[in-house]
C-alpha cells in the first residue's frame, strides 16, 4: 500500500487490459466523430478494439456526445444527426407489400440473375423480405435444390409447388411475417448451406444494415453458415442507413444490383473483394 507521503514509482507500468484509458477521452470522441464523417456509422465494437478500450466506456462516450447533438445512438453504435449526415438513415420499416412494389423492375431483374447462379443438388438459404420475395418466385419451377428460408411469404409460395422447403421453429414476427428468435437460429444454426441470398434495408461503407433486430440474426447466422453469400440489392438503397449493423462488407461475396456504385461505396466493396453483378431492368421480361 502506498501512504499519502509516497510517490508511486514511475517506472511501473499499468498492466491492465484496456490500455487505451490513458487516451484523454477528446480524443476518444473526436476518433468517433472521424469515424462518423467518414462512413456515417460508427460500431461500439469496431471503436472500443481500435482504441483498446472496453465498449463500456465507448457507450459513455456516445452518450455524451449525443448529448451534445453531435450524433444518435442506434443498436449497436451511432450515426451522424439529421441534418448532418452525408447517409439517410431508414428509421421505419415500411408495410412488405409497399416495399414490393418499390423498385420492382429492379427487383425482378435481380432475382434473374441470382436465379441463374443456381445449379442442381444445392441448400438454398432465402432471406426475409421483398427481394427474397420476388426471387422466391422465379425458383419455383427450379428442381433439384432445398430452400431454407425464415420467411413464411417465401415458404407459403413455394410450398405450393414443391415439397423441399424447410422453416425454422420459432417466434412469428407478424407484420413481416417472419420466424425468428433464438430457436430458430439455434436450428439453421446446425445446417451448412452451398449459397444464402440475403437483402438489407441499406448498404454504405461501413457495411449492410436492416431494420429489424430480430430478422438481422437470422442473416447473420446465413452469412455465417453458408459457401457463397449474395446480397440483393437495388441501387436505391445505396449510401443509406437503418437501425442494425447486420455485417461488415467482407461478409458477403457478391453483390446483384441494378446500378454500378460509385465514390467511397465503390472503392470499400472492392476492397472487400465483393463481386459486382449487375442486372439491367430494361432487359428482364416476368
Not at 128 to 136: K, N
Request: proline share 3%; with cysteine.
Amino acid at each position: 500500500m502506498v501512504s499519502p507521503s509516497e510517490t508511486p514509482d514511475s517506472n511501473v507500468t499499468d498492466s491492465r487490459p484496456e490500455t487505451g484509458r490513458r487516451l484523454p477521452v477528446e480524443l476518444r470522441q473526436a476518433h468517433i466523430i472521424e469515424q462518423l464523417r467518414k462512413t456515417g456509422f460508427v460500431s461500439v465494437a469496431e471503436v472500443a478494439a481500435a482504441l483498446a478500450v472496453s465498449e463500456m466506456t465507448i457507450r459513455r462516450d456516445l452518450i455524451d456526445l449525443e448529448t451534445d447533438g453531435r450524433l444518435v445512438r442506434t443498436h449497436g453504435g451511432a450515426i451522424a444527426p439529421e441534418g448532418t449526415a452525408a447517409l439517410a438513415f431508414e428509421r421505419e420499416e415500411p408495410a412488405f407489400e409497399q416495399r414490393l412494389r418499390q423498385n420492382n423492375a429492379a427487383k425482378e431483374a435481380i432475382a434473374t440473375v441470382a436465379a441463374s447462379l443456381l445449379g442442381t443438388r444445392q441448400s438454398v438459404a432465402l432471406d426475409v423480405g421483398s427481394s427474397a420475395f420476388v426471387l422466391a418466385a422465379r425458383l419455383r419451377a427450379l428442381t433439384g435444390i432445398k430452400i431454407f428460408t425464415n420467411s413464411l411469404r417465401v415458404a407459403s409460395l413455394l410450398g405450393r409447388e414443391r415439397r423441399d422447403v424447410y422453416l425454422p421453429g420459432g417466434e412469428v414476427r407478424g407484420d413481416e411475417m417472419s420466424i425468428c428468435g433464438p430457436t430458430a437460429v439455434a436450428q439453421f444454426e446446425q445446417l451448412w448451406f452451398d449459397i444464402a441470398f440475403i437483402g438489407a434495408a441499406g448498404l454504405t461503407q461501413a457495411g449492410l444494415f436492416d431494420y429489424s433486430l430480430e430478422d438481422s440474426e437470422l442473416k447473420r447466422v446465413y452469412l455465417r453458415r453458408s459457401s457463397r453469400k449474395v446480397l440483393l440489392c437495388d441501387a436505391a438503397k445505396f449510401n443509406r442507413l437503418s437501425l442494425v449493423q447486420v455485417a461488415a462488407l467482407d461478409s458477403i461475396d457478391m453483390l446483384i444490383t441494378d446500378a454500378t456504385p460509385s465514390g467511397e461505396l465503390a472503392d470499400a466493396l472492392a476492397s472487400a473483394n465483393v463481386e459486382v453483378r449487375l442486372a439491367n431492368p430494361a432487359t428482364i421480361t416476368s
